[in-house]
């Protein structure tokens, strides 16, 4: 088991990660003062159907427990489904206290984050990711959103949760592409701490294998990293948090033109990692040998996506303006610059985007 505190002052949380750390949520709900507080749950049909029966055995001092579906995909962080859930929260709500429960990956964790953080101008909630992806990444930091359809996460805000819940137990029932899509935010994580990538490296032909005990470290590592980003940098407002953002220009782009359907958030983010590593090669900045060990790592776990579809370089291109990223109306791009460091860059010549696009495109 692994307990990493996120130190935000007032706002402060743990993430707890282990096998059977799920069984210690309701004594920590009571130390959260949660107790006399009425928990909804928000889901989709899936995750319900694998968990809900074992989750609600999990709420021992909780004598109602309400479940919300919403649609499994993408499709659920969108302004309908928002309203819909909304609507259903009030319903429950009338006047007693509740706080909400994210039992998912990130699309369940993101949205459940926003409706906490404007359902009353802000109610307590706790996130108990489910897919690899969550626990290493998007349940970690309060960045919450639901996507409009010029871009992905264009509503949102940053709102804490009160606790992560890391249950590895969960990961046993992830698909084998599911597992991969969380191995995009990791090697994105090991880009940014040499060490991880070292780690992934020596273990490339069993580290997917979510039994293995490296699991365990890989997770925590990922969260230790982004706890201490996201101390420093809470509101990605000081030029550190951003970090965490490599891949995600290009990637976000490729969702965008992909309409979210066919390929995954880690999948889109691997062909970011691979067109921004490209990019950072052409301008100078990271070494052939750096970018090469970039695309190998992220080829050999097969993490781009699986579609063959091809698909317009210009439409890619034409989401790029929407990135939150760009300031004053200039581009603005993390790139790696070694294996253990980024580079933020700006006012990219465009027709290095494009043929950088082209050229990773190359390893579908
Ligand atoms: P997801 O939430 O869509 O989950 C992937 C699939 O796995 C779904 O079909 C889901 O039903 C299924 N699933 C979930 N848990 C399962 C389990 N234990 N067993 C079997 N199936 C299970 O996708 P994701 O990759 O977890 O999250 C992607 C989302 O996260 C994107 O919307 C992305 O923008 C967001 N994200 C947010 C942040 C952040 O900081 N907030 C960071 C990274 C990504
Ligand atoms: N996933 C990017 C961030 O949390 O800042």
Not at 94 to 101: E, R
Not at 168 to 186: A, K, Q, V, Y
Not at 279 to 299: A, C, E, F, M, T
Not at 305 to 313: E, G, L
Request: aromatic share 8%.
């Amino acid at each position: 088991m692994a307990k990493i505190n996120v130190n935000l002052g007032l706002c402060s949380y743990d993430i707890i990660i282990g096998e059977n750390v799920i069984s210690s949520l309701s004594n920590r709900l009571e130390k959260l003062h949660l107790s006399k507080y009425q928990p909804v749950v928000v889901t989709n049909e899936v995750i319900y159907k694998l968990y809900g029966n074992f989750l609600k055995k999990q709420f021992k001092s909780h004598s109602q427990l309400s479940f919300i579906k919403v649609p499994d995909s993408e499709k659920a962080k969108s302004w309908q489904v928002l309203f819909n859930v909304l609507k259903t929260i009030v319903s429950f709500d009338k006047g007693k206290n509740i706080f909400l429960v994210a039992l998912g990956g990130g699309v369940v964790g993101d949205l459940t984050g926003f409706v906490a953080a404007i359902y009353k101008r802000g109610i307590p909630y706790i996130q108990l990711p489910t897919t690899l992806l969550a626990q290493v990444d998007s349940g970690i930091g309060g960045k919450v959103a639901v996507d409009l359809s010029w871009g992905k996460n264009l509503i949102g805000a940053f709102y804490q949760p009160k606790i992560v819940i890391s249950e590895i137990g969960f990961l046993n029932t992830l698909p084998t592409r599911e597992i991969r899509n969380g191995f995009s935010e990791i090697i994105k994580c090991g880009i940014i701490d040499g060490e991880l990538f070292s780690l992934l490296e020596a273990n490339r032909s069993s580290i997917l294998d979510v039994s293995s005990p490296k699991m365990l470290k890989i997770i925590k590592k990922c969260a230790q990293l982004k706890a201490a980003i996201v101390e420093k940098d809470e509101f990605d407002s000081k030029d550190i948090r951003i970090a965490l953002n490599l891949g995600h220009t290009i990637g976000h782009a490729m969702e965008s033109a992909f309409k979210y359907a066919m390929i995954t958030h880690g999948e889109g983010i691997a062909l970011g990692l691979i067109a921004e590593s490209i990019i950072s090669n052409k301008i100078g900045i990271l070494s052939r040998k750096n970018l090469d060990r970039i695309i190998s790592l992220i080829v050999d776990l097969k993490c781009l996506p699986i579609v063959r579809k091809t698909i317009k370089i210009a439409d890619i291109v034409s989401y790029l303006p929407y990135d939150k990223k760009n300031k004053f109306g200039q581009s603005r791009l993390v790139v790696p610059s070694k294996i253990g460091g980024v580079k933020i860059v700006t006012g990219l010549d465009e027709k290095i985007i494009e043929s950088s696009i082209k050229d990773a495109l190359e390893y579908l």
